[in-house]
């Protein structure tokens, strides 16, 4: 049973940094996109960054720069390092995975989820 369990989460103020973590297990085979989503209150879930097994990237215009995606494949473990957090960053922050090849953009293509780890950011 793949499991994806988030961490690292807080209450900063703006200008500062987080460092998420989201350590997987459950599984032997290598995911085509491990990646960060969010969602704030009162909006749909949007794509954050993510990276693909063939070792590209992706990140939303609203973090590039920012934010930084990266894994260590001997933990199984996703970090996502967040630098001059601003209040519009404010979020709960879900790790996602997909399998199998295709896209990786929206909510509906993910398989698997973590239960999130919330990200506020104070003005």
């Known amino acids: 049973q793949v499991q994806l369990v988030e961490s690292g989460g807080g209450s900063v103020q703006a200008g500062g940094s987080l460092r998420l973590s989201c350590a997987s297990s459950g599984y032997t085979y290598s995911m085509y996109c491990l990646g960060w989503f969010r969602q704030a209150p009162g909006k749909e879930r949007e794509r954050v960054a993510h990276l693909y097994t063939g070792g590209s990237s992706y990140y939303a215009d609203s973090v590039r720069g920012r934010f930084t995606i990266s894994q260590d494949n001997a933990k199984k473990t996703l970090y996502l390092q967040m630098d001059n957090l601003k209040p519009e960053d404010t979020a709960m922050y879900y790790c996602?995975?997909?399998?199998?090849?295709?896209?990786?953009?929206?909510?509906?293509?993910?398989?698997?989820w973590g239960q999130g780890t919330q990200v506020t950011v104070a003005s």
């Open positions: 996602a995975a997909r399998r199998r090849t295709g896209t990786c953009a929206t909510g509906s293509s993910i398989d698997f």
